[in-house]
């Protein structure tokens, strides 16, 4: 028997709220009737675009065991068992604080411009192994997404890791002190919401904000080789923090690069974790990735689990969807693989992709092919950073360039005319182009902020697999 996530008495007692109807027990917790789970507690937020409240009754439906509302009718009662509050998302919120100090678990945020999923998924990967481990759901690292996340976690948890983001100064406060986390980690700080902000350095103030929440004892995680280490460090130390773990190629970094081979399909890493020597082959590609594999390494100690087991599990990591999925397409007249990083994007998230793109090797006469989108929310900086990818994009000895997006027509524009593939204003209108110009043996990857709408490129590329061919048939002549 399913062990329950919440009681009516639990939920009660974290909230306060009233209880209204049958007694219940939940295994889960939802705030979306449309990926609802039979046995799930339904709380109705109230959103920017929508209100829960609207869909208390079809959550009943899909087999909801109660719901928290704070806007109650008669249908509602009708449809099944509640618990009034007077707000849902302060209950949401209280749910998510219960289940973090009921729970005896080692917690790690993670937090950083660049990175966080990745490096929150693998810490999901590699401690599983080892113990009963919870974590994020998706990117869920907002005021909703982190006390759901909380909220979700069993109370035998032994390991939880919990991703938390910010595009404003003072987001992260809160989420930290919520999370209370023991391990504290930050990515990178890079420029990215450069829109809501006056300089790199309050985008480090802004997350150091981590360390307001990190518990007495804890362990702050940084990267030895930003610019921003010195000042996130003294961050951490003016905290709780009793010891600082740093990571990176940097001599003097505790969780320390000493050797990698990069290949297109994973890396193989030597290095030093806090003393440690490991050798470990990492499954996903890039630099970047391996960079952030030290920073794995080093949570792992600091949560005195198994080092030698982690390392090990490197090797069959995955990446997680958007950020660097690689797919072979099996097309009528020959393979051709899409990288799939449509996820999101920054300055430094896009040149990392274009990096590993760099490492790809096409098939025959295939070519390198970046499908690149629009990075959004970088303010008055943003012409000149998708100005400066020209570089990086010839570093990588890319073939072709196709682009979509105001802002990165100024990118496209400076490329030479022998790497310009395609343009246009928006990734639906790209969509054809890219679609006639891929030929057998080309390796495309495609990148751009998440309002760039890149996803349904990549949706476009795989069913090519579906095809009959014909576009294929154009780009051989036949």
């Known amino acids: 028997m399913t062990t329950p996530l919440w009681t009516q008495a639990d ?50 439906a899909m087999g909801a065991a109660a719901a928290i509302v704070s806007k109650p009718t008669d249908k509602m009662r009708a449809a ?42 693998a810490l999901r990967f590699v401690l599983s192994e080892q113990g009963p481990t919870h974590a994020s759901a998706a990117s869920y690292n907002n005021l909703w997404g982190v006390p759901l996340s909380l909220a979700r976690m069993p109370a035998d948890t032994r390991f939880g890791i919990f991703e938390v983001g910010m595009n404003h100064p003072g987001e992260i406060t809160p989420l930290s002190k919520l999370v209370e986390p023991f391990v504290a980690l930050i990515t990178t700080v890079e420029a990215v919401h450069m829109a809501f902000f006056n300089s790199m ?36 130390e003016t905290r709780v923090a009793a010891r600082i773990i740093s990571f990176g190629e940097h001599a003097e970094a505790d969780a320390r690069l000493d050797k990698i ?24 590609p890039g630099r970047h990735i391996a960079m952030n594999s030290l920073a794995v390494l080093a949570c792992v100690k600091a949560l005195d689990a198994d080092l030698a087991l982690a390392a090990l599990a490197m090797a069959h990591l995955k990446a997680p969807k958007g950020r660097g999925e690689r797919h072979v397409v099996t097309a009528p007249l020959g393979d ?3 990288i799939d990083e449509s996820y999101n994007a920054n300055p430094a998230s896009m040149r990392a992709a274009l990096a590993a793109l760099g490492q790809a090797s096409p098939a025959g006469s295939g070519r390198r092919i970046a499908v690149m989108g629009d990075m959004l929310e970088l303010g008055d900086t943003s012409t000149a950073m998708h100005r400066a990818l020209t570089a990086d994009v010839e570093a990588a000895g890319i073939g072709l360039v196709f682009a979509c997006g105001p802002h990165m027509r100024e990118m496209f524009k400076a490329l030479p005319a022998t790497m310009q593939g395609g343009y246009a204003e928006t990734s639906d209108a790209l969509a054809p182009l890219l679609r006639d110009a891929i030929r057998p043996g080309d390796v495309a990857m495609v990148k751009g902020s998440l309002g760039s709408r890149m996803g349904p490129l990549v949706e476009m590329l795989k069913g090519m697999g579906d095809d009959d061919g014909a576009s294929l048939r154009r780009n051989r002549g036949g």
């Open 11 to 60: 939920a009660i007692a974290a909230t306060g709220g009233k209880a209204e109807g049958a007694s219940w027990a939940a295994t889960g917790v939802s705030i979306d009737s449309r990926t609802l789970q039979a046995g799930d507690l339904f709380v109705a937020i109230a959103g920017e675009n929508s209100d829960g409240h609207a869909f208390v009754e079809g959550a009943f």
């Open 201 to 236: 350095e309050e985008i480090a103030d802004a997350k150091a904000e981590i360390f307001d929440g990190l518990q007495e004892g804890g362990v702050a995680i940084l990267n030895r080789d930003n610019p921003h280490y010195a000042r996130l460090r003294a961050r951490a």
């Open 261 to 284: 081979a990069l290949k297109e399909d994973c890396s193989c890493v030597s290095a030093t974790i806090c003393g440690q020597k490991v050798t470990y082959k990492l499954a996903v």
């Open 336 to 338: 051709f693989t899409v």
């Open 80 to 121: 099944g068992p509640l618990v009034v509050v007077a707000d849902t998302l302060t209950a949401l919120n209280a749910l998510g604080r219960a289940a973090r100090r009921r729970a005896r678990a080692g917690i790690v945020a993670v937090t950083g411009s660049v990175g966080k999923t990745g490096t929150k998924e």
